[in-house]
């Protein structure tokens, strides 16, 4: 591959007007949406909600999401981006609205799963256009700054949702979401950029199945699922931890955890752009393995920031990197479809890691154990990329002998 001149990369910046303005409203979707996760299910239980239905409001929003990505990816395809975008936002906007008229807990399960389409639809929708937008040669670096984004959104908005309804009350809280949900949506009005060309149609059309995920993207969403899985089971069961270990604040550990993200991103997303993925993925993995046993072995406040800070490492680097790598491996006219299969990966792995971590945790007695169990997945993480990437290198060079 020819080096990219300064000329080439003067003609192809990545702060454009369009980067800017759908970076700002990913930041406001993700805040709106973070300000909710720990204070609605915080509501359910004061409505007389019990264990299950407060799971409930996860799951089924999870669930909705899931099922929705394919749909939405095909669609983005088929019928263009921002149509897609506008759509789920608006629809996003519209439910957290509704939450405020809903006093009993089915009502607000029912609106959890259209919540959930919405969510879908606009956050593979964004993640499509940001693909489009940024230059080839400058991938990962601007998935590298697009996602700090949703780090900066996953760091404040919780704290901020429980602020605001420890002092103001729910209804605040649903206000200034709603708010933010919909000033993502009027950014997004002004979002303009050259879309891809559409491949020609071949004459046989294509399977029901490859309509709805896109093969090329398999791989990088295969080992995506490893890292959410474990993720799934850190933001699920990090509090229960704190009270196993006898750590006080576990809020320690999100919060060094998105620092180290916000840190890494930029430098990993340079380095994937000039040396390629396993550059970025192969440390990526240690440090995530690395991350995960020190956390199992924390008992104090500071061993839990040290463990948050090596795997803040991991995850900053591996998250946007396999992100860049799915849109690489993708034509331009299957990104919706690519990037569907990518974020149904993500929510697939934490649902998972919710659910298996949580029967390891329960058999062993010991969420210690079942962190330690879960670096088996970026092992087999570690595996599965390094025999493709063997594979791919013994191609190369028997071409290169021929």
């Known amino acids: ?14 702060w454009t007007k369009a980067f800017l303005i759908t970076s700002l409203s990913n930041l406001l979707l993700f805040f709106s949406f973070q300000m909710l996760i720990p204070t609605i299910p915080t509501h359910v239980s004061e409505l007389g909600g019990n264990d299950v239905q ?47 008229y809903m006093a009993a ?29 940024i230059p080839p040669e400058r991938r990962g670096e601007g998935m590298g700054y697009y996602g700090l984004s949703n780090t900066f959104a996953m760091a404040l908005a919780p704290l901020t949702g429980l602020w605001i309804m420890s002092t103001y009350g729910f209804p605040r ?12 949506l009027f950014s997004s009005l002004f979002i303009t950029y050259n879309k891809p060309q559409p491949l020609e149609k071949s004459a046989q059309p294509p399977k029901l199945i490859d309509r709805l995920w896109e093969r090329s993207s398999l791989l990088p969403s295969a080992l995506l699922l490893c890292t959410a899985i474990c993720y799934g089971g850190i933001v699920t069961f990090i509090t229960l931890f704190g009270h196993e270990a006898g750590i006080s604040n576990v809020g320690w550990f999100f919060l060094c955890n998105a620092s180290m993200v916000l840190l890494i991103r930029p430098i990993t997303g340079i380095l994937f752009d000039r040396k390629g993925p396993a550059w970025v993925l192969f440390p990526g993995a240690l440090f995530t393995i690395a991350g995960l046993l020190l956390l199992s072995y924390a008992h104090s406040e500071l061993s839990l920031a040290i463990s948050a800070l090596c795997y803040g490492v991991g995850f900053g680097s591996l998250q946007p990197a396999l992100q860049a790598w799915t849109i690489a491996r993708a034509e331009p006219s ?3 479809a690519a990037n569907g299969t990518f974020f149904s990966a993500n ?32 092992i087999i993480f570690i595996l599965i990329y390094g025999w493709c990437f063997w594979q791919a290198r013994r191609s190369t060079l028997q071409f290169a002998h021929k």
């Open 347 to 378: 929510d697939l792995g934490i649902g998972l890691g919710a659910m298996a971590l949580g029967a390891i945790a329960t058999s062993s007695g010991s969420y210690a154990f079942m962190y330690r169990c879960s670096t088996v997945l970026i």
């Open 334 to 336: 299957r990104r919706g």
């Open 54 to 100: 407060v799971g409930l409001v996860i799951g089924v929003f999870t669930i909705s999401s899931l099922l929705t990505r394919p749909f939405a990816g095909r669609a983005l395809d088929l019928l263009g981006r921002k149509h897609v975008l506008l759509v789920g936002l608006a629809i996003c906007a519209l439910t957290i609205a509704g939450y405020s």
């Open 1 to 14: 591959m020819a080096p990219i001149s300064k000329q080439d990369k003067k003609q192809k910046p990545l």
């Open 105 to 133: 807990i089915a009502l607000i399960l029912a609106a959890r799963f259209v919540h959930g389409i919405g969510w879908g639809m606009s956050t593979t929708s964004l993640g499509t256009v940001i693909a489009d937008i």
């Open 173 to 184: 809280v649903l206000l200034i979401s709603t708010i933010l949900a919909l000033l993502s």
